[in-house]
């Protein structure tokens, strides 16, 4: 914890709640902060004299607000995620990004020597986008040009992208991309949405590595090709608030229709394998998290496509470039 | 399926959308019936040219209605559950009991030779509910008297228990129980909360068994004494509406405070030990669904307590008589 430096802004919070007038504060923390839960509930209760309800739910992103909690407290801090677009569902929450500390310098410097290309686009997740100026004035000292791009309305900062969100990548012109931070989801999604090439450097560990999409697009391909000439299909839709995709789903369900097949509209918060299990139809299709077809493959019981390719299993779309599912703003 | 004989009302359900100006329509089943979802979604959108959109959320009672859905759908048809009192959170809402018309008497006249005692008090699920005054009558014929238990404001019938509740059970003076239906947990209940032999005649497989709660006891038991010198603990309370018992929670952990142990309040939509496990604290105390402490015993990561139990620990209850937790009703 030490190296990454993640700031819970406790303090912040501390004064926020004590300009409030709240008297019951929920909090929620993405898995991987979860163990932190105890130890700043503790701190909040003692220090404004409020009572905290902790957010127990598995939670994936900004699109994952706890509304259930929402409704019962005067004032909820979620943790780890930037606000987007669509999820003001109310002036009570607080988005806390808990950006990292951690020292990038080291590691891009050490990425130069890896970088082919003269026009970089800057990408990293919320934890570090405050580093990116930094990181862009390292590579133009080395003689490279440098793009931060500004993505759509899901998107809080120029150069962020989301598991589900590339759109910052693609809004600027370059010709291969560095990806500040951990984690494999991010840039492989930044590779498989723009084609081309992306570096990882990795502050944490002082890592640099090339992403490479090609088991991915196999297993995708594998994916596909087990679901043409099925019949019956699940639509499976989230009913967290930045997943929805009802209308999307719909839209998927007619198209089946139309060539004759069956497909059932599946509602769910979590979506599990262990869940879909009950379900016995041929081939998922997931308008939910976008990771979820991608991260979980080979999990469920029968393939999990994503929109657009169910949309090539049905040949209403060529299967040509891979599209990568992505939940977009304006 | 043949043998159990569940009536999932597909004409009524028709009917009904039919009479309403629905155009979206909402179907949530429990685990068990899930498979039958597909089919019954595609016979209501044909028959009514509405569409269908299933819940694929766990599902464990009438208190778990899925309120994501409800919001998004017309009307919503709930099986396998009777209505709560607390749950017509809609007049959309139409619970499907799925009765069973599986016959009973033969299993009845079987276990009259097992019953020990004169007054026999009947009690069963909502699937065999219509059953009990057949059943009544069959005990009468033999020379044993027999009673019908009304229960709380949660029971919709006489006779009917829930796993969270046995006021039905508890309502008339009896010597034992005869338990009509299938599963262990509703006799098992009726067991520990009224301290009487319980007699089951499952009418599915054709038999008797007696219900010993020893290894349950011995459970909790254990349980307790794991929970007697810690200092950090997790109180649950599930968002479901028929499950949330913040206030219960929230007295719990004043109790705690008062004797000088840490406790926070953790809230969740549904409670699993793998998510519990994101929690560091050395003991749990379950407010939401009472089977989840009795049920998943041994897997959590910590000891899970009812909220009787908590008390037992904390000394503010007698280790005595085991008090088995419900949620009860008016």
Tied chains: 1, 2.
């Excluded at 407290?73 to 930037?82: C, K, L, N, P, S």
């Excluded at 931060?148 to 598991?163: C, E, F």
């Excluded at 839709?237 to 839209?251: D, H, I, T």
Aim: proline share 4%; glycine share 8%.
């Amino acid at each position: 914890m030490e190296r990454e430096g993640f700031d819970f802004q406790i303090d912040r919070i501390i004064s926020i709640v004590r300009d409030s007038d709240a008297k019951l504060v929920g909090l929620q923390f993405p898995e991987g902060f979860k163990r932190r839960s105890p130890g700043i509930a503790a701190r909040v209760e003692e220090e404004t004299g409020t009572s905290v309800i902790i957010s127990g739910n598995p939670c994936f992103g900004a699109c994952d607000l706890d509304v259930a909690l929402l409704d019962r407290v005067d004032i909820m801090f979620h943790f780890g995620h930037a606000q987007l677009d669509d999820n003001t569902l109310s002036g009570k929450v607080y988005f806390i990004e808990t950006r990292s500390s951690a020292a990038i310098s080291e590691v891009v410097e050490n990425a130069i020597s890896e970088l082919r290309g003269q026009k970089i686009g800057l990408i990293t997740t919320v934890q570090h986008v405050h580093k990116l100026e930094d990181a862009c004035r390292i590579l133009e000292a080395d003689g490279k040009e440098c793009v931060i791009g500004t993505g759509d309305s899901k998107i809080a900062y120029p150069g962020q992208v989301l598991g589900c969100n590339f759109s910052a990548a693609r809004s600027e012109e370059c010709d291969e991309y560095l990806y500040i931070g951990s984690g494999e989801f991010h840039p492989l999604g930044v590779s498989l949405s723009t084609g081309k090439r992306v570096l990882v450097a990795d502050p944490f560990v002082n890592e640099i590595r090339e992403v490479d999409p090609s088991r991915i697009l196999k297993q995708r391909s594998v994916v596909i090709a087990k679901s043409l000439d099925v019949n019956v299909f699940g639509i499976v839709v989230s009913s967290k608030p930045g997943q929805e995709r009802l209308e999307l789903a719909g839209r998927l369900k007619d198209i089946a229709l139309k060539h004759g097949k069956q497909a059932h509209i599946l509602s769910m918060d979590l979506v599990t394998p262990d869940q879909l299990l009950q379900f016995k139809v041929d081939a998922f299709v997931n308008t939910a998290c976008p990771r979820l077809a991608i991260d979980e493959v080979g999990r469920f019981h029968a393939p999990m496509l994503t929109p657009q390719e169910f949309e090539i299993v049905l040949g209403e779309r060529e299967w040509d470039n891979p599209v990568f599912d992505e939940i977009t703003g304006e």
